[in-house]
């Protein structure tokens, strides 16, 4: 009879799973659907805002829709794809990005016809696994809807143009995201392995450690839990960034390549308020057009929200990884001085849409008005990068 209980229960957790995927499947359909298909109408009603590189055309002049995924940094992933890692010390080189997204869509583009083709289904199949672990994570901590509408909020993002993109966000922030929510879950093995590819996808995967291990000091520092071995698997995270070096090691013969090459990148080491005091400072304040300066004091002003947000959180007590996350995760790129992609970058601070979907309860007229001013820049950045108009 136990048996029998224990399968019945088993069956009913695996149904339950195939539920909140096949809502994540429907909600990634119903969202980006809706904006692919303004992407498509928009590019035919808007001329080109930029020259397109010959190498983001990589379905030929003849699909703008499908090359429209594949800008700016994109080019790079691709390099690292076709041909490896290069380090060129008086230049930028491609070893600034980390492996695991073109490596992926290589050894998967024998299966799917193509790098190309795998890099677009990696991205949208890791899109919707953010969603389905975004919503559980949301669900586990503080219910069903603030779950929900923390993904909508994302999917509404102004940058969430880049989950559809040949860039990191998604898979990033579907592992970043899964890692966590096994955490809070206390599966430490299996939290460390899904951490340890985060950190092959970008630099954010240190933060993601370093949040999740102060949760942990702090939870048995406080004694809620106890210490055991299968904690010791957090320790898998920060390898991504050692298999990493590796990786370099045995393809430029440089470990520390990543580091050095930041420098033409227009990064240097900076307190953090630095730029954001130039930013403001700086800003024509008319709003004449001028993207790039724009731009920066959009970059500076989701920067310092997101730093508003962590201290709200800490300050009233969330969970330590979550608030650590984004406060860590917004520090890391500030100290290198340059704000480029910055409002990219929070994209992937997803418990900073956990607080936002719990301070929005109660509040419709907000929570209308947010959204409209999220979708209003969406609308805005998502053409203006598949018109090769913006340095994502």
Same mark, same amino acid.
């Given at each position: 009879?136990? =048996?029998?209980?224990?399968?019945?229960?088993?069956?009913?957790?695996?149904?339950?799973?195939?539920?909140?995927?096949?809502?994540?499947?429907?909600?990634?359909?119903?969202?980006?659907?809706?904006?692919?298909?303004?992407?498509?109408?928009?590019?035919?009603?808007?001329?080109?805002?930029?020259?397109?590189?010959?190498?983001?055309?990589?379905?030929?002049?003849?699909?703008?829709?499908?090359?429209?995924?594949?800008?700016?940094?994109?080019?790079?992933?691709?390099?690292?794809?076709?041909?490896?890692?290069?380090?060129?010390?008086?230049?930028?080189?491609?070893?600034?990005?980390?492996?695991?997204?073109?490596?992926?869509?290589?050894?998967?583009?024998?299966?799917?016809?193509?790098?190309?083709?795998?890099?677009?289904?990696?991205?949208?199949?890791?899109?919707?696994?953010?969603?389905?672990?975004?919503?559980?994570?949301?669900?586990?901590?503080?219910?069903?809807?603030?779950?929900?509408?923390?993904?909508?909020?994302?999917?509404?993002?102004?940058?969430?143009?880049?989950?559809?993109?040949?860039?990191?966000?998604?898979?990033?922030?579907?592992?970043?995201?899964?890692?966590?929510?096994?955490?809070?879950?206390?599966?430490?093995?299996?939290?460390?392995?899904?951490?340890?590819?985060?950190?092959?996808?970008?630099?954010?995967?240190?933060?993601?450690?370093?949040?999740?291990?102060?949760?942990?000091?702090?939870?048995?520092?406080?004694?809620?839990?106890?210490?055991?071995?299968?904690?010791?698997?957090?320790?898998?995270?920060?390898?991504?960034?050692?298999?990493?070096?590796?990786?370099?090691?045995?393809?430029?013969?440089?470990?520390?390549?990543?580091?050095?090459?930041?420098? $033409?990148? =227009?990064?240097?080491?900076?307190?953090?308020?630095?730029?954001?005091?130039?930013?403001?400072?700086?800003?024509?304040?008319?709003?004449?057009?001028?993207?790039?300066?724009?731009?920066?004091?959009?970059?500076?002003?989701?920067?310092?929200?997101?730093?508003?947000?962590?201290?709200?959180?800490?300050?009233?007590?969330?969970?330590?990884?979550?608030?650590?996350?984004?406060?860590?995760?917004?520090?890391?790129?500030?100290?290198?001085?340059?704000?480029?992609?910055? =409002?990219?970058?929070?994209?992937?601070?997803?418990?900073?849409?956990?607080?936002?979907?719990?301070?929005?309860?109660? $509040?419709?007229?907000?929570?209308?008005?947010?959204?409209?001013?999220?979708?209003?820049?969406?609308?805005?950045?998502?053409?203006?990068?598949?018109?090769?108009?913006?340095?994502?």
């Amino acid at each position: 009879m136990a =048996n029998d209980c224990a399968a019945q229960s088993g069956s009913e957790s695996r149904r339950e799973l195939l539920r909140l995927l096949g809502r994540a499947l429907v909600t990634f359909l119903l969202w980006r659907g809706s904006l692919y298909l303004f992407d498509l109408i928009g590019l035919s009603l808007i001329p080109n805002l930029g020259k397109c590189r010959d190498n983001w055309q990589v379905f030929g002049q003849a699909h703008p829709f499908w090359n429209g995924f594949f800008r700016w940094d994109s080019g790079w992933y691709l390099a690292i794809a076709e041909r490896g890692y290069s380090f060129h010390p008086d230049s930028t080189s491609s070893v600034a990005f980390y492996p695991l997204l073109p490596y992926l869509s290589r050894y998967l583009g024998r299966i799917f016809g193509g790098t190309p083709i795998a890099a677009l289904v990696i991205a949208n199949v890791a899109a919707v696994g953010a969603i389905f672990y975004l919503r559980r994570l949301g669900s586990l901590l503080f219910g069903p809807v603030v779950g929900q509408r923390s993904v909508l909020l994302l999917l509404v993002f102004p940058t969430s143009l880049f989950l559809s993109a040949f860039y990191t966000e998604s898979l990033f922030t579907c592992l970043a995201a899964a890692s966590m929510f096994h955490y809070f879950r206390r599966s430490y093995l299996l939290c460390g392995a899904l951490g340890f590819l985060a950190g092959l996808t970008r630099a954010t995967g240190l933060v993601l450690f370093a949040a999740l291990a102060l949760d942990l000091c702090w939870r048995l520092y406080r004694r809620e839990d106890q210490v055991h071995w299968r904690m010791l698997g957090l320790a898998l995270i920060p390898l991504g960034l050692g298999a990493f070096m590796w990786i370099l090691q045995y393809q430029v013969g440089d470990p520390l390549a990543f580091s050095k090459t930041q420098a $033409h990148w =227009n990064r240097h080491a900076s307190w953090p308020w630095q730029p954001l005091l130039d930013a403001f400072a700086g800003t024509d304040y008319t709003f004449q057009p001028n993207f790039s300066r724009t731009q920066r004091f959009i970059d500076a002003a989701h920067a310092l929200a997101f730093l508003i947000v962590a201290g709200i959180m800490a300050f009233t007590r969330e969970r330590v990884a979550l608030w650590a996350f984004v406060l860590l995760g917004v520090l890391l790129p500030l100290t290198t001085y340059n704000l480029g992609s910055m =409002n990219r970058y929070m994209l992937g601070l997803f418990p900073a849409f956990f607080a936002f979907a719990k301070w929005l309860e109660g $509040h419709a007229e907000l929570e209308r008005w947010l959204f409209f001013s999220f979708a209003f820049f969406l609308a805005i950045y998502s053409l203006r990068f598949m018109q090769c108009g913006w340095a994502g």
